[in-house]
């Protein structure tokens, strides 16, 4: 099993930039393609990018291709999310999660984003 830690979150004005940091414990995590969810008040949990284990190939949402990237370290055991250009629409707590038997699950406590307008 892998375990999740999010990190990085905060209170950023619309435009700015915050990295966020999942530490992941267990010793298979390199199998796993990993992912970043975000749900919003009143929202469903929506995908927001993954990538595979190997960091190789990545995937995003529409509304965050070209502001977000996603990368890992598995050396490090870590999964880290990029967010550039951010606007109040992105406010929500991101969580990760690994892809096991095609699942994303193993969620984490989440981090929570708030982006001032």
């Known amino acids: 099993q892998v375990q999740l830690v999010e990190s990085g979150g905060g209170l950023v004005q619309a435009g700015g930039s915050l990295r966020l940091s999942c530490a992941a414990s267990?010793?298979?995590?390199?199998?796993?393609?990993m992912g970043w969810f975000r749900q919003a008040p009143g929202k469903e949990r929506e995908f927001v990018a993954g990538?595979?284990?190997?960091?190789?190939?990545?995937y995003y949402a529409d509304s965050v291709k070209g502001r977000f990237a996603i990368s890992r370290d598995n050396a490090k055991n870590m999964v880290y999310l990029q967010m550039n250009s951010l606007e109040p629409e992105d406010t929500a707590v991101y969580y990760c999660?690994?892809?096991?038997?095609?699942?994303?699950?193993?969620w984490g406590q989440g981090t929570q984003v708030t982006v001032s307008s």
């Open positions: 999660a690994a892809k096991i038997r095609g699942q994303y699950g193993n």
């Open positions: 267990g010793r298979a995590f390199s199998d796993y393609p």
């Open positions: 990538l595979s284990w190997s960091g190789g190939s990545t």
